[in-house]
C-alpha cells in the first residue's frame, strides 16, 4: 500500500506554451505513476466512492487491476458499468462524485479515481482494435435523437441487447456537447470519434445534419418503424443577460463561441467561419463553460481575458482544477460583478461594458448568498469583444412539434419513474430533463432509459 497523502501529480504542458496551443494540457500517468497511485487504494469493503459514480462503476475492482498491471482488465471491469471511459476520465468532476467519498479523502487528498480511469482507457485504446464482434439482433427497433453524452450512453446499452439503433444528430459531426462544447485541450475530438466508431461496429446507425422536429417529427419516426425513442437532445439554447448592447458585434453566447472554435476549428488559417480577432475579452460567469471560453480565447490570441463573476471566488461553480488552469495561463478574475450594459461605437462594435461592485446578502432559493448592487460603484471595462456563458436551456423545438410531451416551466421535458415522458414510448434523460449538468450524469440518464425502453418492449 501507499501511504501518502497527496495524489500523484497529473504531468501538464508548461502553462506559457499550452496557453498558446489547443494540445491537450494534461498528459496522463505513466504506467508507474498509475500503480503508484492505485497503491493509495484501500479496497473499502463497502465501496464507499461507487455510490458516488453515477453509473455505479466498480471502482475498488479496476483499481486493484491496475495494481496488478492488469491493465485490460481493469478497462472491462469499467466498461461494465460505463460507454464513455476516455471521456469520463477527463472531464467529469470526480471531485463531487466518487472521489468525494474515498476514505483516504478523511486525511489528506482522496485516490485520483479520474485520472486512474483515463490511463486505463487510453492504454486501452493504445493496444487494441476497435471491437468488431457481431452482436445476435433482437429485432426491434429504437431512435435516439441527439448523439451527446445521453444518446451515445442509451444507444450502446440498447445496441448491446441487439436492438438496432439509428442516432439522429443536428449538427453535421455526432458528438453533441463533447465534440462543440468541450474544447481540443480538454477532450481531444479523436477520443469521442472512437467512441463513435465503436458504437458503429456494434451496429448502431448514425443520421446527421437532421433536426428531429423540423427535418422529420417525432411521429414520422413511429410511422417508420421505431417502437421507442429516447431524446437526449440536451440543453442547447444559450441564455442571455438582457441588458442594452447584447446585439452588438462582438457579443458571442458561449455555445456560439465554444462551436465555432471546437467544431469549426475557427482558430485555423482559412476557417469558413472564422471569429473577430480581439485583444480584450470579458467572459461573464463562473462555470466550466466560462473557463472553457476563456481559455479559448487566449489561445485565439487575446492579450487580455477577464472572468466576471458576479458572486465570491468561493462560489465558482466550475470545477477546481479547470479555474487553476486558467489562472496558471493568464486569465484574470474579477470577482462581486455584475454587467450593465456593452458598450458600441457608432458602428455597432464593442468598445467596453459598463459594469457594477456587487456584496453578498441573504441566501438565495439555491442556497447561496444573493448578490446585491453597491450604489455608486458603476464603472467601464475596457474590452473589445464579450462572451455570455450564464447557462442554457433545453430547446422547445421537440416539445412544439410533438403532440403530447409537457415540459416544466423553465422547458425542461417531464419525465416519470421509468424514463418515459407524458407520451407514451417516449422517454427523455439528460440536460434536456434537468438543464445543463454533467456528462456523466447525462450518461447515467441514457444509460437508466435505455433499461427501462428495453423492459417494457420485452414486456
Not at 54 to 68: H, L, M, R, Y
Not at 113 to 135: C, M, Y
Not at 289 to 317: Q, W
Request: proline share 5%; hydrophobic share 35%; aromatic share 6%.
Amino acid at each position: 500500500m501507499n501511504p501518502s497523502k497527496t495524489k500523484n501529480p497529473m504531468p501538464v504542458q508548461d502553462a506559457k506554451i499550452r496557453a498558446k496551443n489547443f494540445d491537450e494540457v494534461a498528459l496522463g500517468y505513466t504506467e508507474e505513476q498509475a500503480r503508484n497511485e492505485a497503491e493509495r487504494c484501500l479496497n473499502c469493503k463497502n465501496k464507499p466512492c461507487v455510490s458516488g459514480c453515477p453509473v455505479g462503476i466498480d471502482i475498488p475492482a479496476f483499481i486493484s487491476k491496475i495494481k496488478e498491471g492488469d491493465y485490460e482488465g481493469a478497462y472491462q471491469e469499467i466498461t461494465e458499468s460505463s460507454s464513455l471511459p476516455a471521456v469520463c476520465g477527463r472531464v467529469c468532476p470526480q471531485e463531487t462524485q466518487c472521489e468525494s467519498k474515498c476514505v483516504r479523502g478523511r486525511s489528506g487528498e482522496p485516490v485520483a479515481i479520474g485520472r486512474l480511469e483515463r490511463f486505463v482507457a487510453d492504454w486501452h485504446n493504445a493496444h487494441s482494435q476497435i471491437d468488431t464482434a457481431k452482436i445476435t439482433p433482437n429485432g426491434h427497433r429504437v431512435a435516439v435523437v441527439g448523439s451527446g453524452p445521453a444518446g451515445l450512453s442509451c444507444a450502446g446499452e440498447l445496441a448491446n441487447k441487439g436492438y438496432d439503433v439509428t442516432v439522429f444528430e443536428a449538427l453535421h459531426t455526432a458528438g453533441g456537447v463533447l465534440v462543440y462544447g468541450i474544447p481540443e485541450f480538454r477532450l481531444p475530438k479523436s477520443i469521442v470519434a472512437r467512441e463513435i466508431d465503436g458504437l458503429k461496429a456494434r451496429g448502431v446507425k448514425f443520421v446527421t445534419n437532421t433536426v428531429v422536429g423540423r427535418s422529420v417529427l417525432i411521429d414520422e419516426l413511429f410511422d417508420d418503424g421505431f417502437e421507442a425513442v429516447f431524446v437526449g437532445s440536451g440543453a442547447g439554447l444559450p441564455n442571455f443577460m438582457r441588458v442594452k448592447g447584447e446585439d452588438l458585434k462582438g457579443v458571442y453566447s458561449a455555445n456560439e463561441f465554444l462551436t465555432r472554435v471546437n467544431l469549426m476549428k475557427a482558430y485555423k488559417a482559412g476557417a469558413a467561419t472564422p471569429i473577430k480577432q480581439s485583444k480584450s475579452v470579458a467572459v461573464v460567469g463562473g462555470g466550466n463553460v466560462a473557463m472553457d471560453a476563456a481559455r479559448c480565447a487566449f489561445r485565439l490570441g487575446a492579450d487580455k481575458v477577464t472572468i466576471v463573476y458576479r458572486r465570491g471566488e468561493e462560489e465558482l461553480p466550475a470545477r477546481r482544477e479547470e479555474i487553476e488552469h486558467a489562472k496558471e495561463e493568464g486569465v484574470e478574475f474579477m470577482f462581486l460583478t455584475a454587467p450593465l450594459e456593452v458598450l458600441g461605437d457608432g458602428h455597432k462594435n464593442v468598445v467596453g461594458m459598463r459594469c457594477q461592485r456587487m456584496e453578498l446578502g441573504e441566501p438565495d432559493a439555491s442556497g447561496r448568498r444573493r448578490p446585491v448592487p453597491i450604489n455608486g460603484s458603476e464603472f467601464t471595462l475596457d474590452v473589445d469583444c464579450v462572451i455570455v456563458a450564464i447557462g442554457t436551456s433545453p430547446n422547445p423545438l421537440i416539445k412544439d412539434t410533438t403532440a403530447g410531451i409537457e415540459t416544466t416551466r423553465w422547458g425542461g421535458i417531464v419525465v416519470n419513474e421509468n424514463g418515459e415522458t407524458t407520451r407514451e414510448n417516449v422517454y427523455a434523460g439528460g440536460d434536456a430533463v434537468t438543464g445543463a449538468a454533467t456528462v456523466i450524469l447525462a450518461m447515467g440518464a441514457g444509460k437508466d432509459a435505455a433499461k427501462k425502453i428495453d423492459a417494457k418492449i420485452r414486456n
